[in-house]
């Protein structure tokens, strides 16, 4: 699976949007951008997956560039709520191990009043 | 309720103790993990199973050994705990494939926190 590199922290106004950059340069074709969010010690939460084409569900939002090697999360209208770590995870389909998800170090995002 | 339940969500034990901790689901999902999470090290996969009848090790299985009782049901064991398993452990679960494409996203449990002395 691709290395992702994510900046280690970020902050948002609240109301504000929010957006997660993350680079993938060595992504591959097959594989494909997922994002998840880590709330303070609980269980990691799905928030969105692409190939290539950008994508948005009820929680957020996911730009991929055309050469692929970078996408950005975008919440767009951050609340407090949305203070978690986010990572940006690159998977092959087939994958290897089971479906194994490597978590990197993550985007620490603190959404402020 | 939880799709996805672990207990016990705290456990302080001691060296040489062997501890299981449990995870169920309500999801109906075939496929089960589990991680351990350690500060500064983000999440390492432990063992993981596809299906009752199937058991895979993970990148970091040695000193644990799991059990899958029902579809529902997947336990870790620690046999004899040594205080470098102090960790948050996660338990997963996902279906076996995307109609749509890609890997499946995966349900994560509350988590265990696991102390040992």
């Known amino acids: 699976d691709a290395k992702t590199t994510q900046p280690p922290s970020m902050d948002c106004a609240e109301g504000r949007a929010a957006n997660l950059p993350c680079n993938h340069s060595t992504i591959s074709g097959n594989e494909y951008v997922y994002w998840y969010r880590q709330i303070h010690s609980q269980g990691p939460q799905y928030i969105i997956h692409?190939?290539?084409n950008n994508e948005t569900n009820e929680m957020a939002s996911l730009i991929i560039t055309e050469d692929r090697k970078s996408s950005t999360l975008i919440l767009p209208h951050a609340t407090l709520r949305d203070t978690a770590v986010y990572y940006c995870?690159?998977?092959?389909?087939?994958?290897?191990?089971?479906?194994?998800?490597?978590f990197g170090q993550g985007t620490e995002l603190s959404v402020k009043p | 309720d939880a799709d996805v339940t672990q207990t016990p969500r705290n456990r302080i034990t001691k060296t040489g103790k062997r501890i299981m901790l449990e995870c169920s689901q309500t999801k109906g999902h075939d496929r089960m993990y589990w991680y351990r999470q350690d500060p500064g090290l983000g999440l390492r996969l432990i063992y993981y199973s596809f299906d009752v009848k199937d058991i895979n090790k993970g990148e970091i299985s040695d000193g644990y050994s799991v059990s899958r009782q029902a579809q529902a049901k997947f336990s870790l064991s620690l046999e004899s705990a040594i205080p470098n398993q102090t960790a948050l452990y996660f338990c997963a679960t996902s279906v076996a494939s995307l109609l749509a494409g890609g890997p499946p996203e995966q349900f994560f449990g509350p988590g265990t926190r696991l102390t040992v002395l």
């Open positions: 692409g190939l290539k």
């Open positions: 995870i690159v998977r092959a389909r087939p994958y290897n191990q089971g479906g194994k998800l490597i």
